[in-house]
Structure formats: C-alpha cells, structure tokens
C-alpha cells in the first residue's frame, strides 16, 4: 500500500459522482487505500433530491473533523487527507490542526469563480503539512499564471497538468485525454504519499 487518503468531494458533486470514482479506481490501482464521504447538504439532497448550496464553513469543518476520527477509530492512522475542490480546501482549513500525513488537493478553488480579487490563499503562506496541490493549467478558480503570484508555503508541491480546467480536462487539440490526466494525478498522488515527494 502506498498509503491512505480521506478524500471529500467538491461544492456541486457528490462522493460518487464520475470524478470521484475514476479518481478513487485510479488511486486504488495505485495502491492507495481512498475513503470518501459526503458533507451534510449533499446527503441531504441525495434523500430527498432537492438542490441546496454547501454548508456554512463552520458546518464543514465539524465534518471533516467527525469523519476524521470515525475513520481513525476503525482504522487508526497514518492517514492523508484532501479533496476535490472545495472538499480539499476544507481540508486545507485543517490540515495542521489534524495532523494528517499529508494533504492532497484536486483542483484547488484558490478564488471563487470571477472573483480572482478575492483569493483563498493566505493560511497556504504558512501551512507546514505536506501538500500536493495538481491543478490545471487552465483552471478558471486559479491558473497558472495567476497561481505564481500567491505566496505558498515551501511545504506546498503543485502539480500542473497541461491545458487542464477545474476538472483537470485538457483541450482536446492539446493532444491529451481526460483519462491520462487522471492517471497522471493518481500516479502523482501514490507517489507523494509513497514517500516519493
């Protein structure tokens, strides 16, 4: 096993959801042990089917701490954690408090969408936990051009895929598929909680 990831999904799909479950096959077969669960709002609408926004910060938070020691009192660490999008910046929120082996972050939202002024970078300046950030080149919550001006934390490694969106989808003339992404960010991923960061 090349290690152990609390994966939380992002603000509009649930734990399930195409994304989350290539991803989660893919990291299997790269030997990491994946563990998904869902913030309340989306359990919510996955009962009943209505369509509601996430949870106030507060809220996700206490989730992700809820689920953090559930997860670690059936099967006691080491463990990883991380998320797409909003789910790995709520990760983020905690990973020093948590104490995770490390944080792993799909897409990181490090603004909201048109909203490039207002960015969600300042506790990244001093987070000490091992990080693993693989965005897209192209990715409309923060590019790589906009990224090169936030001050990150050395702690932080990012991973760029070419042409890539908020999906990690490149371009089709870019010459890649979805699919190679994805294997690429799963590789990636196994190798930094392997050990190989």
């Given at each position: 096993?090349?290690?152990?990831?609390?994966?939380?999904?992002?603000?509009?799909?649930?734990?399930?959801?195409?994304?989350?479950?290539?991803?989660a096959e893919r990291l299997g077969e790269n030997g990491v042990r994946v563990v998904r669960f869902e913030f309340p709002y989306m359990a919510d609408r996955r009962r009943d089917g209505g369509r509601r926004p996430p949870n106030p910060q507060?809220?996700?938070?206490?989730?992700?701490?809820?689920?953090?020691?559930?997860?670690?009192?059936?099967?006691?660490?080491?463990w990883a954690i991380g998320?797409?999008?909003?789910?790995?910046?709520m990760a983020s929120l905690l990973a020093d408090e948590l104490a995770p082996t490390a944080l792993v972050c799909l897409g990181y939202p490090f603004h909201a969408a048109g909203k490039p002024e207002k960015p969600r970078v300042a506790h990244l300046a001093t987070l000490a936990t091992p990080t693993l950030i693989v965005q897209g080149e192209r990715d409309a919550l923060g590019n790589r051009e906009r990224v090169a001006g936030y001050l990150l934390s050395p702690a932080i490694r990012l991973l760029w895929l070419s042409s890539a969106d908020h999906d990690l989808k490149p371009?089709?003339?870019s010459g890649f598929s979805h699919a190679q992404h994805l294997q690429e960010a799963a590789r990636a991923v196994a190798d930094f909680l392997g050990g190989g960061r």
């Open positions: 096993m090349r290690g152990r990831l609390i994966l939380a999904h992002g603000a509009g799909a649930p734990m399930d959801s195409p994304f989350m479950t290539e991803m507060a809220r996700l938070l206490e989730c992700w701490r809820q689920v953090w020691d559930a997860v670690n009192a059936c099967e006691p660490g080491p998320g797409k999008s909003m789910g790995g910046r371009l089709k003339a």
